[in-house]
């Protein structure tokens, strides 16, 4: 199976005609240096330990370039990704843990790189190792006394709720397009497989199979120096959750799956949702917001996954884009504000930010990756005490904002539409499964 592969993709390397040599051609010395290393793959030692160092130099290519610039160095790393975990797997006869790094490797493949022209391989890749190598065990069942809840803290950040709808929209014109509803448990969603299946961690578990890894964010806020992201296991995060029948092991750190393509990694959850068909209406740029423009992927849509325990919180922050935000399993509160409200949401300055070091985290959000789309303002306060300091520290907002901002708790089945430029910010009431998409 993955010598066969391997073959195939030398043959691909050589073709200086096929799209993937062309883009990798582009690296310069670099792809001469991995082609000759990949010829020698089947009997080289040292070529073999060489296909790590590639992988470094592409992903620190990555993170130093703008995203314009790094297709070439992606499928440098995600060709030595796949090399790599073939030759992991070539001679083995039962060794689960060679596997298991040959998995990990092809994940971070889809992870950092995003595996262009080389998706549909990696699924197949991973699911050949996964039958061949591997096998899905039952978790240990966490035994001890659960925490009890804390009462969450009702802000008084807002004054205004969004607009419900119980029936879409005829035509979703410009009207509809320039301000934020919700279509309460509506055919959009009611249909989805997701809203049960979502909720079953051992569900979850099957669908990605053993050996599986992805990007966490660790830590309450994104805004403080201690937070960070990391590459875990698949099992891992789902058993520092809520489920039903599965209850939460401890932790001390808060673990959060955020804004991440997970049905392009585990794409048999595409078939669990629907695509709203508001997200191919290609709106009018709103007038509070003139320089929108739809994503730049061939689709014009950006879907991505988030995954996390109760009181998790997104902090007060701006996306370019419109968003259809489907809530899947589990409550949570958003909270909007106009794009007209911006000069009172006190947002980072970039020149004392580091949120642009990409070095930072090894599947760093590029689309929109300073922080002065986020507000240094706790639209969702712990305490009271914690929003008197708040209106101490921000008085203009509070005086202004709350007038105009607007909140909302989806519940399963519900879906948000915002358009781009609004202030919004989340927090999870209990294990919360959410879908956005931009459009």
């Known amino acids: 199976?993955?010598?066969?592969?391997?073959?195939?993709?030398?043959?691909?390397?050589?073709?200086?005609?096929?799209?993937?040599?062309?883009?990798?051609?582009?690296?310069?010395?670099?792809?001469?240096?991995?082609?000759?290393?990949?010829?020698?793959?089947?009997?080289?030692?040292?070529?073999?330990?060489?296909?790590?160092?590639?992988?470094?130099?592409?992903?620190?290519?990555i993170i130093r370039l703008p995203p314009s610039e790094?297709?070439?160095?992606?499928?440098?790393?995600?060709?030595?990704?796949?090399?790599?975990?073939?030759?992991?797997?070539?001679?083995?006869?039962?060794?689960?843990?060679?596997?298991?790094e040959a998995v990990a490797v092809l994940d971070r493949a889809i992870i950092v790189a995003g595996a262009p022209g080389r998706l549909d391989t990696i699924h197949q890749l991973i699911k050949d190792i996964q039958e061949k190598y591997l096998t899905l065990t039952p978790l240990n069942a966490f035994s001890g006394h659960t925490q009890p809840l804390i009462q969450m803290y009702h802000t008084g950040a807002f004054s205004l709720s969004v607009p419900c709808v119980?029936?879409?929209?005829?035509?979703?014109?410009?009207?509809?397009?320039?301000?934020?509803?919700?279509?309460?448990?509506?055919?959009?969603?009611?249909?989805?497989?997701?809203?049960?299946?979502?909720?079953?961690?051992?569900?979850?578990?099957?669908?990605?199979?053993?050996?599986?890894?992805?990007?966490?964010?660790?830590?309450?806020?994104?805004?403080?120096?201690?937070?960070?992201?990391?590459?875990?296991?698949?099992?891992s995060f789902l058993q520092s959750l809520d489920f039903p029948g599965h209850p939460a092991q401890p932790q001390s750190e808060v673990?959060?799956?955020?804004?991440?393509?997970?049905?392009?990694?585990?794409?048999?959850?595409?078939?669990?949702?629907?695509?709203?068909?508001?997200?191919?209406?290609?709106?009018?740029?709103?007038?509070?917001?003139?320089?929108?423009?739809?994503?730049g992927n061939t689709d014009g849509l950006v879907i991505n996954a988030w995954l996390g325990p109760r009181g998790t919180i997104s902090p007060a922050h701006t996306d370019p884009f419109f968003n259809c935000y489907a809530q899947v399993v589990g409550c949570k509160t958003v909270w909007l504000a106009p794009p007209d409200v911006s000069h009172l949401m006190h947002?980072?300055?970039?020149?004392?930010?580091?949120?642009?070091?990409?070095?930072?985290?090894?599947?760093a959000n590029v689309t929109e990756p300073s922080m002065c789309n986020t507000s240094r303002v706790d639209v969702f306060p712990d305490s009271?005490?914690?929003?008197?300091?708040?209106?101490d520290a921000f008085p203009d907002f509070w005086k202004e904002v709350p007038q105009k901002a607007m909140c909302v708790?989806?519940?399963?089945?519900?879906?948000?539409?915002?358009?781009?430029?609004?202030?919004?910010?989340?927090?999870?009431?209990?294990?919360?499964?959410?879908v956005s998409m931009w459009f």
């Open 384 to 391: 009271a005490e914690a929003e008197q300091a708040s209106r």
């Open 70 to 100: 790094t297709l070439c160095w992606r499928r440098l790393y995600t060709d030595a990704c796949l090399f790599c975990a073939i030759y992991q797997v070539s001679d083995l006869a039962h060794d689960d843990t060679a596997a298991t």
């Open 166 to 235: 119980n029936a879409p929209p005829n035509a979703f014109g410009r009207g509809w397009s320039q301000k934020p509803f919700v279509l309460r448990r509506h055919g959009y969603v009611q249909g989805w497989k997701a809203l049960s299946s979502w909720a079953s961690i051992d569900y979850l578990r099957s669908v990605a199979g053993p050996g599986r890894l992805v990007p966490v964010e660790v830590g309450k806020d994104y805004r403080t120096e201690e937070w960070t992201q990391r590459l875990m296991s698949w099992d």
């Open 1 to 61: 199976m993955s010598l066969a592969l391997l073959d195939q993709l030398l043959a691909e390397l050589s073709d200086e005609s096929h799209p993937c040599t062309v883009d990798l051609r582009r690296c310069g010395s670099a792809f001469f240096k991995f082609y000759a290393a990949a010829r020698s793959l089947h009997d080289n030692v040292d070529s073999r330990t060489s296909m790590k160092s590639f992988i470094h130099r592409a992903y620190q290519e």
């Open 347 to 363: 947002p980072f300055d970039t020149s004392t930010s580091d949120a642009a070091d990409k070095s930072r985290n090894p599947a």
């Open 255 to 295: 673990l959060y799956l955020a804004q991440h393509n997970l049905l392009m990694q585990f794409p048999a959850l595409e078939g669990d949702i629907g695509i709203p068909e508001y997200v191919y209406a290609c709106p009018d740029p709103p007038s509070c917001y003139p320089a929108y423009k739809p994503p």
């Open 409 to 434: 708790t989806l519940a399963p089945g519900d879906v948000l539409f915002f358009p781009p430029g609004w202030w919004h910010a989340m927090r999870s009431e209990e294990t919360s499964f959410s």
